[in-house]
């Protein structure tokens, strides 16, 4: 099993419509999860950090289940800037951080 | 505009070249990283320093060598590559971990494109 897991993509969206993306991750002593987002060619940039009693930033809210060991981004009324990969980042303790395989958003007019 | 400087922007060398990958920040970070991505794939943990000493090694060949000359810069020197090894190398930064929620959150540098041929 991989230590971090995300749905398998691509997502193919309209405008104006709501997504959800899920991640889970193997090891239970996990610390700290962000959602990135990686740009076609460009360097992944923090989206958010995402905490257990979740947390919202406008469009984009982000959910933590720590007995689940499952995190979910939810983004609504999605914009065609909104394509991108989306990556499930869990840091484990010291400076290990795992990232997810990404999933690709593609929002269409 | 990002924080963390990585050049050169793209780079060809023949497997035989000796060259080197230069990262710089100056958020007062004190954790700096190396991460290998290949198309389609995520980012890769290559190397951390931490406080300009190297805290994790992910098994990475020798030909691949970390060198930090303090605590904002970080160079990745390369000798004898392989053609595999082309890909896209980012350089990171975070804060040392703590209690903070800031910390362990990492900034990336543009990348350097790596192309052996």
């Known amino acids: 099993r991989k230590e971090v897991e995300q749905d398998p993509g691509p997502f193919n969206v309209p405008e104006g419509a709501t997504v959800a993306f899920n991640c889970t991750y193997s090891?239970?002593?996990?610390?700290?999860f962000f959602w990135y987002r990686q740009d076609c060619r460009k360097e992944p940039k923090l989206l958010m950090s995402v905490y257990s009693s979740g947390n919202e930033d406008g469009r984009f809210t982000a959910q933590l289940n720590r007995a689940s060991q499952y995190i979910s981004l939810l983004i609504r009324d999605s914009k065609l800037s909104d394509s991108a990969t989306y990556l499930c980042?869990?840091?484990?303790?010291?400076?290990?951080?795992?990232f997810g395989a990404g999933t690709r958003l593609f929002v269409k007019a | 505009d990002t924080e963390v400087t990585q050049t050169p922007k793209h780079l060809v060398m023949g497997m035989t070249n000796k060259k080197s990958l230069k990262c710089e920040q100056h958020m007062g970070h004190r954790a700096m990283y190396w991460y290998k991505q290949k198309a389609k794939k995520p980012p890769e943990l290559m190397f951390v320093?931490?406080?300009?000493?190297?805290?994790i090694n992910e098994s990475v060949p020798s030909r691949f060598s970390p060198e930090c000359p303090n605590s904002s810069l970080l160079n990745l020197h390369l000798h004898a590559l392989q053609p595999e090894d082309s890909a896209l190398y980012l350089c990171?930064?975070?804060?040392?971990?703590?209690?903070?929620?800031?910390?362990?959150?990492?900034?990336f540098g543009a990348g350097s494109r790596l192309t052996v041929l």
């Open positions: 980042v869990v840091g484990g303790g010291g400076f290990k951080t795992i």
């Open positions: 320093y931490s406080y300009e000493k190297l805290s």
């Open positions: 090891n239970s002593a996990s610390q700290s």
């Open positions: 990171a930064s975070s804060q040392i971990q703590g209690t903070s929620r800031g910390a362990n959150v990492l900034t």
